[in-house]
């Protein structure tokens, strides 16, 4: 199941001074891993889930060797990996252009249209996750509720993305923090990069 919550455009897209609104996948930070795709394997009673590690390194080497030999890789039912280079380029008193470190600077993948279609009929439903469009302490005490029940401190990182759903900005989520510290509600734990917070006693 897909959860969702739903974020505002930017306020330059708004008609008539109304806001309108886009779906985001909840939890769209986390990235799932070879363990996670060989469990859904297993589940699936996939026999090549065993094998998966090894056949994907083989994997890599073929495409590779193909990628060195200038093509796009096509993998049916998936999409396709296209090459994209980089280099310097100058051109000298005669006008000819010379290039240094070319390199594949990156690979795009386009899905085949059969993996699109499959995806598309995956369910979505709202999160449970609080979304709130615009910063508001109202809701703040539920907000922190919530996160203080499974967490025993706060980072700012947090605040942004879990409590807000990633609709304030780093400055309003200081002004918030500076606000529950001066209350007294909040005290500092750590400091610099590491610096979070926990609930007052």
Same mark, same amino acid.
Do not use: W
């Given at each position: 199941?897909?959860?969702y919550?739903?974020?505002?455009?930017?306020?330059?897209?708004?008609?008539?001074?109304?806001?309108?609104?886009?779906?985001?996948?909840?939890?769209?930070?986390?990235?799932?891993?070879?363990? +996670?795709?060989?469990?859904?394997?297993?589940?699936?009673?996939?026999?090549?889930?065993?094998?998966?590690?090894?056949?994907?390194?083989?994997?890599?080497?073929?495409?590779?060797?193909?990628?060195? +030999?200038?093509?796009?890789?096509?993998?049916p039912n998936?999409?396709?990996?296209?090459?994209?280079?980089?280099?310097?380029?100058?051109?000298?008193? +005669?006008?000819?252009?010379?290039?240094?470190?070319?390199?594949?600077? +990156?690979?795009?993948?386009?899905?085949?249209?059969?993996?699109?279609?499959?995806?598309?009929?995956?369910?979505?439903?709202?999160?449970?996750?609080?979304?709130?469009?615009?910063?508001?302490?109202?809701?703040?005490?539920?907000?922190?509720?919530?996160?203080?029940?499974?967490?025993?401190?706060?980072?700012?990182?947090?605040?942004?993305?879990?409590?807000?759903?990633?609709?304030i900005?780093?400055?309003?989520?200081?002004?918030?923090?500076?606000?529950?510290?001066s209350?007294?509600?909040?005290?500092?734990?750590?400091?610099?990069?590491?610096?979070?917070?926990?609930?007052?006693?």
């Amino acid at each position: 199941m897909i959860n969702y919550t739903l974020h505002p455009n930017p306020k330059a897209s708004a008609r008539k001074g109304k806001l309108s609104y886009h779906p985001r996948i909840d939890g769209l930070r986390k990235v799932a891993g070879l363990n +996670d795709v060989r469990r859904t394997m297993h589940r699936a009673n996939s026999p090549m889930a065993h094998f998966l590690p090894s056949t994907l390194i083989a994997l890599q080497d073929a495409m590779l060797s193909l990628l060195a +030999d200038g093509n796009s890789i096509h993998l049916p039912n998936l999409g396709t990996f296209t090459p994209q280079l980089a280099g310097e380029v100058t051109v000298d008193a +005669d006008g000819k252009p010379h290039a240094q470190g070319v390199h594949i600077a +990156d690979i795009t993948f386009r899905p085949d249209p059969e993996l699109l279609a499959a995806a598309r009929r995956l369910p979505a439903e709202p999160s449970e996750a609080i979304h709130i469009p615009h910063v508001s302490l109202a809701t703040l005490d539920e907000n922190l509720e919530r996160h203080f029940a499974t967490h025993d401190t706060l980072s700012r990182r947090q605040l942004i993305h879990d409590l807000y759903a990633d609709t304030i900005s780093q400055y309003q989520a200081n002004r918030i923090l500076q606000h529950l510290v001066s209350e007294g509600r909040l005290e500092r734990v750590g400091e610099g990069c590491k610096m979070c917070y926990r609930q007052k006693k």
